[in-house]
């Protein structure tokens, strides 16, 4: 089923951290943890941050707390990659962490919000998400793709 147009900027968004998290368990290194920490800054940590104050208030309560209990602890060791660094078996540890939380997302959180929620209350804010986004330099085709689904 196609994603909700509401939903289709974070949607983007995760095939960026897809990429990231397999990069990072199947071949984690120095080089993939920097790529990481890189798009954290420019765009992870927003697009944690508007999940968590758009989608939380529509969201089932067992599926907030699953939300925000990952972000922490995917939080907590981008933090420590930034100042202690993280064995490569932590490095492995967190794509892994990141694959199946961007998946849940898109397998049980998104299709829930998409069949009990009115999520047109937040179609502004996902439409300025995806003009932040524009520019992307981990994702140069995004407007090519937003034109394609707006077809
Ligand atoms: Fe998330
Ligand atoms: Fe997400």
Not at 110 to 125: G, K, R, T, V
């Amino acid at each position: 089923m196609k994603r909700h147009a509401v939903l289709q900027p974070f949607s983007r968004d995760h095939n960026v951290g897809l990429v990231i998290a397999r990069r990072l368990s199947e071949r984690p290194d120095e080089h993939a943890i920097r790529e990481l920490v890189t798009i954290w800054d420019d765009e992870m940590r927003d697009h944690f941050e508007e999940e968590e104050r758009l989608l939380i208030p529509l969201s089932e309560s067992d599926h907030a707390a699953r939300m925000i209990d990952e972000h922490r602890i995917i939080e907590g060791m981008i933090a420590k990659a930034q100042s202690e660094g993280l064995s490569l078996d932590e490095i492995r540890t967190l794509g892994k962490l990141l694959g199946n939380h961007i998946r849940w997302e898109e397998r049980v959180l998104f299709p829930a919000l998409e069949s009990n929620c009115s999520l047109e209350s937040i179609a502004d804010a996902t439409d300025s998400l995806e003009k932040r986004r524009a520019d992307s330099r981990h994702s140069p085709r995004r407007a090519e793709l937003v034109q394609k689904n707006s077809l």
